[in-house]
């Protein structure tokens, strides 16, 4: 075969996988639609879109509807995208404890499950995910292809996928990732819980092409969507706006400087401030403290005015440097709309009214949707 034959057959190649990318992505976006509509939306040929939709039902990884309305001649086979072809597991390692989902493809749920508290350890990680995999995949319904990928959120600084800095903990996360696809056989995705809670917007609740989502729990994240494309920085710093500088010379804070964002405007600090101590749980904390606040307790409303005053300065800084179009953010403190109003109240920037501020519907959910959409697209190739 010659040079020239050889670069033939790789540009087809490549052109086949382009154009079935772009089938693809074509049929997820509709409920339902025709060969012939796919032909028009993509501009590809008839002939061309007719073989990879064969070949995509022939992968089960389409399904065929039936007849559609003609709008004169035949009446077209409708196909849909088979989101049950097969079942994705996101985990977000927190600090202390492990949350897990498994979905179908499209991210509708199957099964959720809140773990005990443990050290996170690379080895504890392991056998924890192994017990998942192994208690439950019998449970799971069959598809296809099982389980096709394991998204692992991380609280931290991810960089190619390697661990650059956590305050709460010390992982190995490549070989984490390498040692469980090994003992797995199932790919592994490690991503920053505040990157996936915004991908996890993007898709499932708050469309849009400029969005950046803030995780306000034991730190503050950013995940930084611009013109759809996940913005990471040089060496995936980008986002870590809890250790923005708020007050020079304050706190001291685990990654070396004085004074971080997250020390006055994290939920976790916020109620650690407020209720120290005791033996109460996380939420029966936040639940006290949002009964003592919507009550008009005097502390109460002294720390939610802090932290509403801290946190519109990082939103602030938000705003200006990325001008995105949408800031979504994700406590559970905004089940008390008051809250979100008084922050609003505090960005007086007169460019700020353009960029829409509201709270999650997700919650929780959104860092696993997100891994959900990074599993699937890894696993589609699209």
């Given amino acids: 075969m010659s040079g020239t034959d050889f670069l033939t057959v790789t540009d087809r190649y490549v052109i086949r996988e382009r154009n079935e990318k772009l089938v693809l ?19 590809l040929n008839k002939a061309t879109v007719s073989s990879i939709v064969a070949d995509l039902l022939d992968r089960n990884l389409l399904t065929e509807l039936g007849e ?28 202390d404890r492990m949350i897990f989902l498994f979905t179908y493809l499209n991210g509708e749920p199957l099964m959720e499950e809140r773990l ?3 050290k996170m350890t690379n080895e504890t990680i392991q056998e924890a995910l192994l017990g998942i995999v192994g208690t439950h995949s019998g449970n799971l319904p ?3 292809y099982h389980l096709v990928g394991i998204t692992l959120a991380i609280h931290g600084i991810i960089n190619q996928g390697a661990l650059v800095f956590s305050p709460f903990y010390e992982l190995d996360t490549l070989k984490l990732k390498e040692e469980l696809e090994e003992r797995l056989a199932v790919p592994v995705h490690i991503e920053n819980e505040a990157n996936l809670g915004a991908l996890g917007e993007q898709e499932f609740s708050t469309p849009s092409s400029n969005l950046i989502s803030v995780n306000i729990k034991y730190g503050i994240g950013a995940g930084i969507i611009l013109n759809n494309e996940l913005f ?33 405007a ?20 936040r639940k ?11 502390q109460a409303i002294q720390a939610v005015e802090e932290f509403a005053t801290y946190l519109a300065i990082g939103l602030n800084n938000l705003m200006t440097s990325f001008n995105p179009s949408v800031i979504v953010l994700n406590s559970r403190l905004f089940e008390n709309p008051g809250i979100l109003r008084l922050i609003k109240s505090k960005l007086t920037y007169r460019l700020n ?23 699937c697209d890894q696993f589609l190739k699209i």
């Fill in 288 to 298: 006290k403290f949002l009964a003592d606040f919507e009550a008009g307790a005097p």
């Fill in 142 to 144: 069959i598809t296809p």
């Fill in 232 to 264: 990471r920085g040089a060496n995936g710093f980008a986002g870590e706006v809890g250790h923005m500088i708020a007050v020079p010379g304050g706190r001291p804070c685990p990654c070396g400087n004085h004074g971080c964002l997250e020390q006055y």
């Fill in 353 to 375: 009214g353009r960029t829409m501020i509201k709270s999650s519907t997700l919650h929780e959910k959104a860092t696993l949707l997100g891994g959900t959409k990074v599993a």
């Fill in 116 to 118: 005990p508290k443990i």
């Fill in 266 to 285: 994290s939920e976790y600090m916020t109620l650690n401030a407020y209720l120290p101590g005791g033996a109460a749980t996380e939420r029966e904390i």
């Fill in 25 to 43: 992505k074509t049929i997820i976006r509709r409920d339902s639609i025709s060969r012939a509509d796919i032909a028009k939306e993509t501009l």
């Fill in 68 to 95: 559609g309305q003609s709008s004169g001649g035949r009446k077209p086979i409708l196909v849909r995208f088979n989101h049950q072809a097969g079942i994705v597991l996101s985990v977000d390692l927190r600090p």
